[in-house]
């Protein structure tokens, strides 16, 4: 992403919305320093992680801009301002209660998957994929068996053929051995 658009990014999150502004960048994420409090929730995604002061004169290279909403108002933040300020030019999405990702346009799960299978020598028919929230969705719509776990959020049914059951219910593994005990059969 143009370093010029990640700091259009971060200012129009730090000024226009409640969140917080994550810039991921090749080799690491970058935090803003006064939001040290939410290292634990971070490092559940981004390992590699540090702060700066200021991220509006960061510099780098980026491929995604991350939004938290610790007060859990990522479906008003993404109507309100993200989509209208950044849905036109950006493949943007709600990953969570407290979670928004912006990339660059044609960026998302479903070309990933597409990528995926061209290098393996294996057609979209051929794949399944779960998923829960609308950062899933160009996944699910992109192959052939498409499961949402039962904890999905409100809206993401049209995505999706089929339903397992919650993430604390081990709902990808229940599908996953009833398709190994399947082929085990044949």
Known sequence: MPTATVQEMVRVIRDETDGLPLICGIDEAIGQTKDQQYDSVYREFYHQL????????????????????????????????????????????????????IM????????????????????????????????????????????????FAPGMEQYASYRTGTNEEFGVVQVLDQVIAAHQAN
């Open 50 to 101: 540090s702060y700066r002061e200021d991220l509006s004169s960061w510099t780098g290279e980026a491929d995604k801009v991350t939004i938290y909403l610790p007060n859990g108002d990522a479906k008003a933040v993404f109507n309100d301002v993200i989509k209208p300020r950044f849905g036109q030019n950006f493949s943007a999405a709600i990953s969570g209660p407290v979670w928004i990702d």
């Open 104 to 151: 660059m346009p044609g960026i998302n799960k479903g070309n990933g998957m597409r990528a995926i299978g061209k290098q393996m020598g294996i057609t979209t028919d051929e794949m399944m994929a779960f998923g829960d929230n609308f950062n899933d969705a160009e996944m699910l719509k992109a192959v052939k068996y498409s499961y949402l776990v039962n904890n």
